[in-house]
Structure formats: C-alpha cells, structure tokens
C-alpha cells in the first residue's frame, strides 16, 4: 500500500517562508511524477507544482504561474520524499496543499499566511 505523509504547514506573515514535505511509502519514488496541489475555501483545487520522474540526466518541472519564481518542488529519492519550498507568500497562497503520487494523496497540510 502506499502512504504518504505531509507535513511543514502552518502560520506565516506575509513575505515569509515554508517547506512542506511529503514522505512516502509503498513506492519507489523515482519511478513516478510528483504533484503538489492546493484548494482554497470557495475555490477548485489547483496543481500549485509537478515534478517529473527523476532520471539520470534531467528532470522536469511545472509550476502554477501564482507560484512560479516563488514556489520550488524538489524531490529526495533516497528519502522517497518529496519538498515543496515556499518563499515570498502571499494570503493568497492560503490553503490546504496536498501531494499526490502513484493516485494517492497526502492527507494535506494547512498553509495560512496571515499577517
């Protein structure tokens, strides 16, 4: 079965910072994409950051324009973990962020920038 873990959420004021992990397990990580998304009260959920399975050469990523030059998904295969390093937030950024991989999902972390 796989299970994922997140965690590093919580309350930050405006302009501030968060790292948000997600462990696995039941996997191999590098064999799957990574996805981070968020949902907002109100709002449909949205894909906030995905990275591709890890190779030996390159990876890839994709981010949400909101996030992008903010936001940085990196993964940990040794650690089958997966980062979601947040600078700059803004109260929009509030929401709960769930990691997905392999169909599963994290049971999600509550972000709340708030000054």
């Known amino acids: 079965q796989v299970q994922l873990v997140e965690s590093g959420g919580g309350l930050v004021q405006p302009g501030g910072s968060l790292r948000l992990s997600c462990a696995a397990s039941?996997?191999?990580?590098?064999?799957?994409?990574w996805t981070w998304y968020r949902q907002a009260p109100g709002k449909q959920r949205e894909l906030v950051a995905r990275?591709?399975?890890?190779?030996?050469?390159?990876?890839?990523?994709t981010y949400a324009g909101a996030v992008k030059g903010r936001f940085t998904i990196s993964r940990d295969n040794a650690k089958n973990t997966v980062y979601l390093q947040m600078n700059s937030l803004k109260v929009e950024d509030t929401a709960v962020y769930y990691c997905?991989?392999?169909?599963?999902w994290g049971q999600g972390t509550q972000v709340t920038v708030s000054s």
């Open positions: 997905q991989v392999a169909d599963t």
């Open positions: 990275i591709n399975r890890l190779r030996m050469l390159a990876s890839a990523t």
């Open positions: 039941g996997i191999i990580s590098s064999n799957y994409d």
